[in-house]
């Protein structure tokens, strides 16, 4: 789950990570009158959506005044804001955060994220702040530290030192500034059961100060039960409709940009056949995953979901039958044909136990758009065909 840069910096506070004072806005008046509360004589008006590079997509942008405040926020409250994350479809902006300026000396990158090979969290920082650190670190990745920390230990002193040495602060009193910063952004992270932490950029202002000027959090869903007050952050506005719709029938789907849905079982196998579509030249047009259990009602769903994508022009059904045989898998796949109008070609490869049962029942069936496949390439390569009409 993504929550926005506001809700973020809340959270931040209550473990006094410093941040700008700032105020969300839901209407230009109101983003004029919470400049006007928080004073001083140059603010920001920031975009909320649930996306990064907002500035370069004209999210972000400074005022000099009260009226400039109400003036910017009128244009970016309504907008489609377009950034390298939302996707050519862009995100509506509903909610502006109008925070107030900042002494800005020099811009830093910190972040937490879960490295799933060292099964532990890693800090990564770098001095490139204000950058996509995606592009940081295809182009210059030496200059992204990362510090992997324990979490049987936490974050100790050494951890600290590894990132400021790593970023060339050479100031004892900045580096205990910086070190004590990274913990507390350490301990969010872990107290919350977050799945990423982002600051960028993270600012050292004139006096010598870090404060985060930006601030991106997400969760584990499945820990959301231990943080309801972090699930009463969610804005499903920012959520597409499909995924949103697919999680309540247990669904994990997201999409993508090709033209041959996916349904899967397993989240391992659902990437390899992505990675395997791919490879025999053509492009997943999602990800699905029906989970261990599948049956008629979540096949007959995932189909629907699939299809409301007018880009998909064929179905490649791969699923593993382990927990639920393959013989009932292919019934439900032949039910789920008479529940939802499949109009386009299904390509299904069933394995694991009773396959052949399953193979013998779909042949039988003599639908016209159902394929059978013998194993995952022989499928991918089917389901390729049939999106290019052959």
């Known amino acids: 789950m993504n929550i926005h840069e506001y809700q973020a910096k809340q959270i931040f506070a209550k473990y006094n990570v410093p941040t700008p004072r700032g105020i969300v806005a839901n209407t230009p008046d109101q983003a004029a009158a919470n400049a006007a509360e928080l004073g001083g004589s140059v603010w920001v ?3 909320q959506i649930h996306a990064g590079g907002r500035g370069l997509g004209g999210g972000v942008k400074l005022a000099h005044s009260i009226e400039e405040v109400r003036q910017l926020a ?3 409250l309504g907008m489609n804001l377009v950034t390298h994350q939302t996707g050519p479809q862009g995100r509506r902006v509903h909610k502006v955060y109008i925070e107030e300026g900042a002494d800005i000396k020099d811009e ?6 879960l490295d799933r090979a060292k099964e532990m969290p890693v800090i990564m920082a770098s001095t490139e702040g204000g ?3 995606e592009k940081v670190a295809q182009e210059t990745p030496d200059k992204i530290i990362k510090v992997a920390v324990d979490p049987t230990i936490g974050f100790q002193g050494f951890h600290g030192r590894e990132l400021v040495y790593g970023l060339g602060i050479t100031d004892p009193a900045q580096q205990k500034k910086f070190i004590n910063f990274a913990s507390k952004v ?5 107290d919350n059961d977050a799945e990423l932490i982002e600051i960028n950029p993270l600012i050292k202002t004139g006096s010598g100060d870090f404060l985060a000027l930006d601030g991106k959090m997400s969760f584990d869903d499945s820990a959301l039960g231990r943080h309801p007050e972090i699930e009463d952050m969610r ?9 949103r719709e697919a999680s309540q029938y247990g669904l994990s789907y997201v999409s993508l940009d090709g033209e041959i849905g996916c349904m899967v079982n397993g989240a391992g196998l659902a990437m390899g056949t992505m990675d395997t579509i791919n490879y025999m030249g053509g ?3 999602n990800f699905l995953d029906v989970g261990g259990k599948a049956n008629a009602q979540t096949v007959a769903k995932g189909f629907e979901i699939i299809l409301k994508n007018s880009n998909v022009k064929a179905i490649f059904v791969n699923i593993f039958g382990g927990i639920v045989r393959c013989d009932r898998i292919a019934n439900g796949i032949l039910e789920a044909t008479t529940m939802v109008d499949v109009h386009v070609p299904v390509i299904v490869r069933l394995d694991g136990t009773n396959a052949n049962e399953a193979s013998e029942i779909l042949a039988n069936a003599k639908i016209k758009n ?7 390439a022989d499928g991918a390569a089917k389901a390729v065909a049939a999106a290019k009409g052959e």
């Open 131 to 133: 950058m996509e650190i």
């Open 45 to 47: 008006v920031k975009a």
């Open 108 to 113: 830093f990158y910190l972040g937490v994220v």
């Open 235 to 243: 804005d499903i506005s920012e959520e597409d409709p499909d995924e």
């Open 283 to 285: 492009t997943p047009a």
């Open 186 to 190: 350490y301990t969010v992270y872990m």
């Open 74 to 76: 009128s244009e970016i």
């Open 370 to 376: 159902v394929i059978v496949a013998n194993d995952l």
